[in-house]
């Protein structure tokens, strides 16, 4: 489940979900590095998201992927 609890990340989260939900092209999973460049968001950002576990993701080996299409789902439904 995604949960944003640091109140300076509202605005962010509002516009990471229109921006995900509303592109027709993502992928089912893809590099975290790659998710942050994808929706406009800063890498650090992006890596302190997954290390609270706010991002669903997947280990592939030593490569950590968001898995989008849980965080797409998890968005539609509204449990962010």
């Avoid at 944003?4 to 993502?26: C, N, Y």
Wanted: net charge negative.
């Amino acid at each position: 489940q995604v949960q944003f609890e640091h109140s300076g990340t509202k605005p962010m989260v509002a516009e990471l979900q229109e921006s995900i939900t509303s592109r027709p092209d993502w992928p089912p999973v893809m590099p975290w590095r790659e998710f942050a460049d994808w929706c406009r968001a800063e890498q650090g950002v992006v890596q302190g998201w997954i290390e609270r576990g706010y991002l669903p993701t997947i280990k592939f080996g030593k490569h950590r992927m968001v898995n989008v299409a849980a965080l797409i789902d998890q968005l539609k439904e509204g449990e962010v």
